[in-house]
């Protein structure tokens, strides 16, 4: 199939197209770098050794996109392209919504005009907000807490209202818990803008010497060791889901929303003490004030995913803190530094 990917040469995006060309798949991209760099998609050439047709731009430049459509016969998208800081969000929210939500408005009115209704969709597992009991599973009811979570929400709901009006569509709702690692030749991962916000990349960046020492958000959570508990799940591992979900959208009608983790939850001190495994030396962190907005645990219940679409999550802790430390370490200042060597 010829899958249209946006947001293709971000994060999970540059991921999955690998997955995609490897199975066989044509895959075209539509990014406009603004979180990401144009050597990921190199990256993927030269692991996949397969082209990816690639057009720079935005999604809400409705003209780019009917120029995509009629240009490629696209049989299904991927929906990765969006804006995905929380703390930006709470600062911008018309930004996020406008991106966001428009941007997925835009691709669905263009989907429909060229007759394509398949359409594999990023959410988060941030639509379930604070919730009394864990495992999370997709029936709970949908709270976000922040602009960037209610614009998954929002999406989520819009994607439901499309598949009412027109039972043609084919929608899988994915609910990413929190996506770590790296592909394991090293050559592409998570490069982010800044300093992380993010529990990972800011450990490898602490591992590398950029960053000086973790700061532990709060240590009195009701955990096993006081710190807040996740499920991480590997990228690779995720982009595996896109390609069972794809293969489910196209078998069946309706939306579908399934829950993208291990079902296993590991603490602040956890990932910390895989990662000084891993690098064979401490990382130095001191404990401070909770982060304004975190809950204490969230996990997944995985079992819908395994059932329907025949994945579950194989690579273990251990494993993504070797891939995110591999990455960092090949790629220390990330992308951009990096290109005399691609
Ligand atoms: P990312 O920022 O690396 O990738 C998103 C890509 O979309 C970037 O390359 C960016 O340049 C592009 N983009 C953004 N707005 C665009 C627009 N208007 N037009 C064209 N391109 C645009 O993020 P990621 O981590 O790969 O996340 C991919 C998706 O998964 C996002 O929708 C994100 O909200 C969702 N998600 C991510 C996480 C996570 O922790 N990484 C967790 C849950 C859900
Ligand atoms: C964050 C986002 C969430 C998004 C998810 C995707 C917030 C409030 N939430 O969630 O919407 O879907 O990323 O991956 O930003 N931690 C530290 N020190 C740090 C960074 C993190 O102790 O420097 C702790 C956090 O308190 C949390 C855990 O590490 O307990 C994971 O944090 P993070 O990687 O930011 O992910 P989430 O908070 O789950």
Not at 129 to 134: D, E, F, I, L, R
Not at 224 to 233: F, L, M, S, W
Not at 250 to 268: D, R
Not at 284 to 298: E, L, M, Q, T, W
Request: glycine content about 8%; overall charge negative.
């Amino acid at each position: 199939m010829n899958i249209l990917v946006t947001g293709g040469s971000g994060y999970i995006g540059s991921h999955t197209c690998i997955e995609l060309l490897n199975a066989g798949h044509t895959v075209t991209v539509i990014d406009n770098l603004s979180n990401s760099s144009h050597v990921a998609l190199q990256r993927v050439r030269k692991i996949t050794g397969k082209e990816v047709k690639f057009y720079h731009g935005d999604l809400l430049n409705r003209q780019l996109l009917e120029t995509i459509f009629s240009q490629n016969q696209i049989d299904a998208v991927i929906h990765f392209a969006g804006l995905k800081a929380v703390g930006e969000s709470v600062a911008k929210p018309f930004l996020y919504y406008h991106n966001n939500i428009t941007g997925t408005l835009l691709l669905c009115d263009v989907m429909e005009k060229y007759g394509v209704h398949q359409i594999v969709f990023s959410s988060s597992a941030t639509v379930y907000g604070a919730q009394k009991t864990v495992p999370l599973s997709e029936e709970l009811p949908l709270q976000a807490t922040n602009p960037y979570g209610k614009t998954k929400q929002m999406i989520e709901e819009i994607l439901q209202d499309l598949s009412i009006a027109n039972p043609k569509w084919s929608i899988a709702l994915l609910r990413y818990f929190n996506p770590v690692g790296a592909h394991e030749s090293g050559l592409i991962g998570e490069d982010p803008n800044g300093i992380p916000n993010n529990l990972v990349p800011f450990i490898t960046q602490v591992a590398s010497g950029r960053l000086q020492e973790l700061k532990v958000f709060g240590n009195q959570y009701k955990t096993h060791d006081g710190t807040g508990v996740r499920d991480y799940i590997h990228v690779v591992d995720l982009a595996y889901g896109h390609l069972r979900a794809l293969e489910s959208v196209v078998q069946n009608n309706g939306v579908h929303a399934y829950n993208l983790g291990t079902g296993i939850g590991y603490s602040v001190l956890d990932v910390v003490s895989a990662f000084e495994q891993v690098i064979g030396k401490p990382i130095p962190y001191k404990i401070v004030d909770p982060r304004p907005g975190d809950i204490a645990v969230s996990y997944a219940d995985p079992s819908k995913a395994k059932e329907e679409l025949n994945w579950k999550a194989t690579k273990g802790l251990y494993e993504m803190c070797e891939d995110a430390w591999r990455w960092q370490k090949t790629n220390p200042l990330g992308y951009e530094k990096e290109i005399q060597s691609v």
